[in-house]
């Protein structure tokens, strides 16, 4: 089981930039398909961006354009770049794995690991 530890929230203006990290331990993410995930303050989580099994990406229609998903395999590491940030996008953000078949930005079951979590806040 892969373990996952974030960093890089905090606290932007609208309009700001944040990079978020995903440092991988205990197996390789080359197995799993990597993404994230966030969970606004009384809503559920939701998928933001990941790698397809075929090593594509898909994000979700809010963050289209703005965010974008990259990963290191020789650091065992993910990435987040979130830029022209909105208070919308205000939540904890999650690093997560799978493999097929719950590769999907629907999917947050118990076949699916998670990280800890890192907050980002945006103001207006």
């Known amino acids: 089981q892969v373990q996952l530890v974030e960093s890089g929230g905090g606290s932007v203006q609208a309009g700001g930039s944040l990079r978020l990290s995903c440092v991988a331990s205990?197996?390789?993410?080359?197995?799993?398909?990597m993404g994230w995930f966030r969970q606004a303050p009384g809503k559920e989580r939701e998928g933001v961006a990941h790698?397809?099994?075929?090593?594509?990406?898909e994000y979700a229609d809010s963050v289209k354009g703005r965010f974008t998903i990259s990963k290191d395999n020789a650091k065992n590491s993910l990435y987040l770049q979130m830029n022209s940030l909105q208070p919308e996008d205000t939540a904890i953000y999650y690093c997560?794995?799978?493999?097929?078949?719950?590769?999907?930005?629907?999917?947050?079951?118990?076949?699916?690991?998670w990280g800890q979590g890192t907050q980002v806040t945006v103001s207006s």
């Open positions: 997560a794995s799978a493999r097929p078949p719950y590769c999907n930005l629907l999917y947050r079951g118990s076949n699916r690991s």
């Open positions: 205990g197996d390789s993410i080359n197995r799993y398909c």
């Open positions: 790698f397809t099994p075929l090593g594509n990406t």
